[in-house]
């Protein structure tokens, strides 16, 4: 059973960073992946970044393309989503979710396993 655990949420204001990290059980087989999504009060949850955990192939939405960063430190089986200059809009609930045999890294529909998510709050 997979299980992930998510952390780092917090208020802070914009242009300030933030680091999420997602503690996961899945291994670095072929197709598996893990994601970052996020889903703002009234809005439908949207892709966020993707980073498949074997070969360490990184994806992202364009909404975030060039602020935040997806990493994983491996040995450890964490996934960290570093948020740089954020804006109001950026204000969600994030979740890690993990896929195996993951075609398109950010498509939902991809990922079985999600967290219970974790709050981002950004002030102008």
């Known amino acids: 059973q997979v299980k992930l655990v998510e952390s780092g949420g917090a208020s802070v204001q914009a242009g300030e960073s933030l680091r999420l990290s997602c503690a996961h059980s899945?291994?670095?087989?072929?197709?598996?992946?893990i994601g970052w999504f996020r889903q703002a009060p009234g809005k439908k949850r949207e892709a966020v970044a993707g980073?498949?955990?074997?070969?360490?192939?990184?994806h992202y939405a364009d909404s975030v393309k060039g602020r935040f960063t997806i990493s994983q430190d491996s040995a450890k089986r964490t996934v960290f989503l570093q948020m740089n200059s954020l804006k109001p809009e950026d204000t969600a609930m994030y979740y890690c979710?993990?896929?195996?045999?993951?075609?398109?890294?950010?498509?939902?529909?991809?990922?079985?396993?999600w967290g219970q998510g974790t709050q981002v709050t950004v002030s102008s």
């Open positions: 980073i498949f955990t074997g070969g360490g192939d990184t």
């Open positions: 899945v291994d670095t087989g072929r197709g598996k992946c």
């Open positions: 979710a993990a896929g195996s045999y993951v075609a398109d890294a950010l498509v939902e529909v991809e990922y079985g396993v």
